[in-house]
């Protein structure tokens, strides 16, 4: 058998293929910019001597922005096209990014995290939702593992950068910038490999918070503790005396935790109930981040275990989508998904602020109590979910 017949019995023609690799290449891109970004910005509000709190608020903009801009993705994509609609979102991203080295004063930062933010959240919606559509049936998983791999990498790569560059001066943004603009690339050449957004009941996205709450909720436990990881834990470092270098490197281990689940995740997701792989996910999710501050001065252990806190909460986010595609299609899985990363933007909101506050009552590991709380809270839902709606999302 050729690999093209391989794929195309597997449900992979031609067009289809070209779409998900398209969606799935400008997207990560965007998390290697955004992966640099997000500790990078921590990073300079840190050295300007601000607070926990004030670094968690403007970095809770970015759920902020999610919340006002996902409403409207869905409708906008219907009328221009999933694909124009993404590049034009890239644009917009890759031309704020630099403003954050040019402006220096906190309140054009929390206006730019608004822009910023509300362009990546609306490129997010619109690649997962075209790989989703895209997607076969039998391999829905699978493809939403090779899609979270590859974006892990990019996320992987970010903090590497910024070891290797530092905090100071131009450089990063110059670098996050330019890797950002790479991403329109591979939606340009598949812009003819929109998925329909036909079909479906045309429920408001809002209805299926509670329709399929058990992937949609994921979104909001992964929005909250990733967000807040990003966020905090190269501080976390920094605050425990690791050197800037370290304290990158940390980041990057809960992004290489991410890398290797994501495809083992995705193909096992397509062979059991999502739902309880879910629990089981967030269970070990708990224990992983409650670990983490008694092996916090031994540094081989406290690597394994932030990469093993990456490794089984980034699923959350996988196998969530998944079970979304599979139960959902047409009009109803972009709503679906635009409800996904409205939750997951509501985490980003509520993750980093309250993580922040919980770094200031307990200096330095109030905010890895915060998250295994978001983690044990998305836990509890799941089981009462399972044990009340067997047959439900």
Known sequence: MTVSSALDSAG???????????????ISAVGT?????LPLLALVMEQRGLSGSAIGLNSAMAG?????TTPFVPTIAARVGAARMLAASVILATAVFPLFYVFESYAAWMLLRLVFHGAINAAFVLSEFWINALAPSTRRGLVLG??????????????????????????????????????VLPVLGALGSNPSMEGGGGRPFWRFFTLVPIATFAALAMGATES???????IYGLRLGFEEGMAA??????????????????????????????????ALGVVFTAAIPFVAHWTPALLILVAAFGSVTAGLYTVGLAHLGAR???????????????????????????????????????????????LGGYTLLTALRIRYRPKSG
């Open 328 to 374: 959902l299609s047409g009009a109803d899985l972009a709503a679906a998904n635009a409800a996904f990363i409205f939750l997951y933007a509501v985490g980003m909101l509520i993750g980093p602020a309250s993580m922040g506050w919980g770094l200031d009552a307990w200096n330095p590991h109030g905010f890895i109590v915060v998250a295994a709380c978001y």
């Open 146 to 183: 090779v899609y979270a791999t590859v974006l892990s990498l990019g996320f992987a790569v970010g903090p590497v950068i910024l070891a290797a560059v530092g905090s100071e001066g131009s450089l990063p943004f110059v670098i996050g910038t330019a890797v950002m603009a790479t991403s």
């Open 228 to 234: 807040g990881m990003m966020s905090f834990i190269a």
């Open 249 to 282: 490197m940390m980041v990057t281990a809960v992004a290489l935790g991410n890398v290797v689940s994501q495809i083992p995740l995705g193909v096992l997701s397509d062979r059991v109930d999502r739902r309880k792989l879910l629990l089981v996910i967030a």
């Open 64 to 68: 902020i922005a999610s919340l006002v």
């Open 33 to 37: 910019s955004l992966s640099l970004g």
């Open 12 to 26: 992979f023609d031609r067009q289809r293929l070209l779409g998900i690799a398209a969606a799935i290449g400008a």
